[in-house]
């Protein structure tokens, strides 16, 4: 038997998420369906990060079991032959038997794409949010600020979370402007469910001048989700990459489960 870990991509606007649902189709199910077919096997994969509904990947991983004599690192390309074409695996590695990345440290990065412009642009709609009111980066940023490093962020989840610690480490946040594109990239060792967008949320009325830099400060301390801004669509969130660290991080972070 052995253990393999995929690194999967999926543009998430037709699905309802990673995770299987009652309703609706998810990237989880696509995956069983098309590993069950190829490997002959009742295949159901392990996922690390459950991405919300409309939210997209470029390096979501997940571990599956199988008797397969397929090489490892060619199950990527057969299993892309079976899947649409909003889903890609893009690497296929055999690891221990008792590996599992949803157990091990991480630093996930996120990304949120604001398009900000007059008028929207039809080919940014499935990865980006349209926002045509006036920012001001430089006010964002130094609001961002205030959010990295190791708090209590209650006021930016969801109300439905159910977690021990809404305690969180942001490792980075920093607001990147590229033509109409604002880019949000966040780095951290877990998030709340609809942390980041929730952060972002709240960035983008500092910026439009409702909000003081200085208002993180007092909705950190809220520690309730009626303080902070609201939460913006999920169309502009990706999740880049997830930095495993099998024996721990370099220095210690705290971490923390990733349900966004």
């Given at each position: ?37 190829l490997l002959g096997e009742d295949i159901r994969v392990l996922g690390t990060s459950r991405t919300d509904s409309g939210v997209h990947s470029l390096g ?16 990527c390309f057969a299993l892309n032959e079976r899947l649409p074409d909003d889903i890609v695996i893009l690497r296929s590695e055999e690891v221990p038997a ?114 003081e830099p200085q208002r993180v400060l007092q909705i950190l301390e809220a520690r309730d989700r009626q303080a902070a801004g609201p939460k913006v669509p ?27």
């Amino acid at each position: 038997m052995k253990r393999i870990m995929l690194t999967v991509a999926y543009d998430g606007t037709d699905y309802c998420g990673w995770q299987i649902q009652p309703t609706g189709l998810s990237v989880e199910e696509v995956l069983n369906r098309a590993l069950t077919r190829l490997l002959g096997e009742d295949i159901r994969v392990l996922g690390t990060s459950r991405t919300d509904s409309g939210v997209h990947s470029l390096g979501n991983l997940c571990v599956f079991d199988s008797d397969t004599r397929i090489p490892p690192e060619k199950i990527c390309f057969a299993l892309n032959e079976r899947l649409p074409d909003d889903i890609v695996i893009l690497r296929s590695e055999e690891v221990p038997a008792d590996f599992h990345p949803r157990k091990c440290d991480s630093i996930k990065t996120y990304e949120y794409t604001v398009w900000h412009s007059r008028l929207p642009n039809p080919i940014e709609r499935r990865t980006s949010y349209f926002f045509y009111m006036r920012l001001d980066v430089a006010r964002m940023r130094k609001a961002a600020a205030y959010l990295v490093g190791e708090h209590d962020f209650k006021s930016f989840c969801s109300a439905r979370t159910q977690v021990e610690s809404t305690v969180r480490h942001v490792t980075c946040l920093e607001i990147r402007e590229d033509g109409p594109r604002i880019v949000f990239h966040i780095e951290g060792t877990g998030f709340l469910y609809n942390m980041v967008r929730i952060i972002v949320g709240t960035l983008l009325r500092v910026g439009t001048g409702l909000w003081e830099p200085q208002r993180v400060l007092q909705i950190l301390e809220a520690r309730d989700r009626q303080a902070a801004g609201p939460k913006v669509p999920p169309q502009g969130l990706v999740l880049k990459e997830i930095r495993l660290y099998p024996e721990g991080y370099p220095a210690q972070l705290q971490g923390g489960e990733d349900d966004e």
